[in-house]
């Protein structure tokens, strides 16, 4: 899984990147004429492993996820470009990077604070309705 970018092969970087990034715009591509002929939305869901922050890359490199974090950083990047040159198209692209655990899955061991998947969800539909923020966070 590429946990260490000092030891990990090519192919487990690339691999990420593969799911990440390369998967999130063949899906768009695949979705393209849709999304353009209903002024559909692609809404994304991110890591916080993304955040381009200290404290996040000592956490990433302290527990061997820091191939996650450089390909939730690119994915993060790639929603950025996706909303800017699809809002011509009138096609919404937004993404909530989630920043702690969503109750009720296998991360979910009981401690500490969670989110609940209906927060995750009502969120989703607040930015499909307004159309208008392309990034937020959750935690």
């Known amino acids: 899984m590429a946990g260490d ?5 090519a192919e487990e970087v690339r691999s990420l990147f593969d799911v990440s990034v390369c998967g999130l715009i063949a ?5 393209l004429p849709d999304l353009r002929s209903e002024k559909g939305a692609v809404l994304v869901t991110n890591g916080g492993a993304g955040f381009v922050d200290p404290a996040v890359d000592a956490m990433m490199v302290e527990y061997g996820l820091m191939g996650l974090g450089i390909a939730n950083a690119a994915k993060h990047k790639l929603v950025g470009l996706l909303a800017k040159k699809l809002e011509a198209d009138g096609i919404y692209v937004g993404e ?20 609940e998947g209906k927060t995750v969800a009502e969120k989703y539909w607040e930015l499909y309705k307004a159309r208008k923020d392309v990034r937020t966070t959750l935690k």
Do not use: E, H
């Open 5 to 9: 970018l000092l030891t990990a092969s």
């Open 96 to 115: 909530i990077m989630i920043s702690g655990t969503i109750k009720g899955t296998p991360f979910d061991r009981g401690q500490g604070p969670t989110i």
């Open 27 to 31: 899906v768009v591509q695949a979705a």
